[in-house]
Structures are given as structure tokens and as C-alpha cells.
């Protein structure tokens, strides 16, 4: 089984700043992932083109289940207001997680998290760039209960807050929600901390330790794939790990093989 992480930067290429659907296929195709998560996603957003990304990816992988959660309707560093409920912001555009899976899923869960309460200082590269004043955004958790070769398996896909300390409480939050489903239970996503503070706050394995950020050299992982120790003998051994380069995103997918 092979499970990937990728925050795609709305799909967005760093070398022409364009978002072309089909260069987002082959990024995804060549991932070749069992359980894909992903972040910074969009839909019907105009700045990539009004496109579903979630289901771009997922027909890229020819995988049967997929669904997007949105964490807020409009367009973050613009306008934005947070999703009310699982039906809000249908026509309009929106921005948040997917998840792609090519085994059934039993059932899914989203759990909505609060965004920081102050703004918080953030270094923005280029002309004009800086330390500017960022107020956060909502965040949301998107998880799946699986049926697979190995027996059921949660697992859920995540973008935290770049504030610190509040991605702590953030991921905290979402160990405690997880913990609601089905073991063994793995958390994919962009955490916005580094593997050390990953792990210990969660007090879950990481499954892979590579650094994934910023994308043309690493230098620190940002982008996790955790497994719960509760059940964690039921999953088979890790036997590859990988950040492969990609035409899209400033982060590196993350991606690990399991048997």
C-alpha cells in the first residue's frame, strides 16, 4: 500500500506561476498513491481555471473515492468567510483538503478547526515582501474510514496553522477527534511543524522522515504522515520512503510504501 501527502499549491508551477490541469495529472500519476492526501486545494476558484483539483487527481490515480472539504469559501489572502456546514459554499469558490483513496470507503468525517484568534507575523518572499501581519484561516480535517487488503484503516488529511502554538493546539485537537475511529489510524497532511514537535505533541509514529520544504532544496519537513501507536502492529512494515521532485508546489509530496 502507498500513501502520499501533497500540498499542491493550488497546483500552481513555480517556473511559470500557471496552473495547467494537465501537468497536475501527471504530478499526481507519477505519486501512483493507494491514499493520497492533499492541501491547499481548490475548487471553482478563478485562479486555477474554476477547476475541481481533488478529482482532477483522483481521475489521475483512477481512484474510486474521493471528496474535497473546504475550509473557507472565497479566496484565502483575499476574501474569505469559514464554511457554516458540509453544504455550504456549493457555487462558489472555495479552498481546503482532499483526499483520495483507491480501496472503499466506509464512511467519512470532517472536523472543522477554529483559526488562531490574532494575526501573526509572516515572512513573504520578493519585491514588496516582508514580515507582514497574516490573520489565519480556518482549518478542517478530512477523514476516511477504509476497507482494505490489511482490515479497516482510518485515514484523514490535514493542512494546519502557520501560527505557533497554535498548530500545536490544532493537532492535539485532531488526535483527539481520530482517536474517535476506527485503528490503526494514520494523519497526512501539511502539520506547519517540523518532525520533532510532530511527533511528540501527537505522540504518533512518523511513518516517514524526510525533509519536504521548500521544494527546489529541503531543508525542513513540514509535511508528515503519522500513525497512531494504538494498532499499529496491524499495519505492515514501512519499506520506502520518498520525496520525489515535481513540476508544481514549493513543498515536495512525501510518500511512503507500506509491504
Known sequence: MRLATFNLLHGRSLHDGLVDPDRLTTAVRALDADVLAL??????????GNLDLTAIAARALDAPEHRFAAAVVGTPGEQFRPLRHDDDGHGEPCYGVGLISRHPVRS?????????PVRSPIYVP?????????????????????DTPHGPLTVAATHLSFVPGWNAHQLRRVVRALRALPAPRILL??????????RLLSGWRPL??????PAAAPRVQLDHILADRHGLDR????????????????????VVDLG
Open 189 to 198: 497532511g501539511d502539520l506547519n511543524l517540523p518532525a520533532g514537535p510532530a
Open 235 to 254: 499495519l505492515p512494515p514501512v519499506t520506502a520512503v520518498n520525496t520525489p521532485c515535481s513540476t508544481i508546489s514549493d513543498h515536495r509530496p512525501l
Open 126 to 146: 520578493g519585491p514588496g515582501g516582508g514580515l507582514v501581519l497574516l490573520r489565519d484561516e480556518p482549518r478542517v480535517v478530512l477523514a476516511a474510514v477504509l
Open 108 to 116: 467519512w468525517q470532517v472536523t472543522r478547526l477554529r483559526p488562531a
Open 208 to 213: 516517514g522522515r524526510r525533509p519536504t520544504y
Open 39 to 48: 492541501q491547499e486545494v481548490d475548487r471553482d476558484q478563478s485562479r486555477s
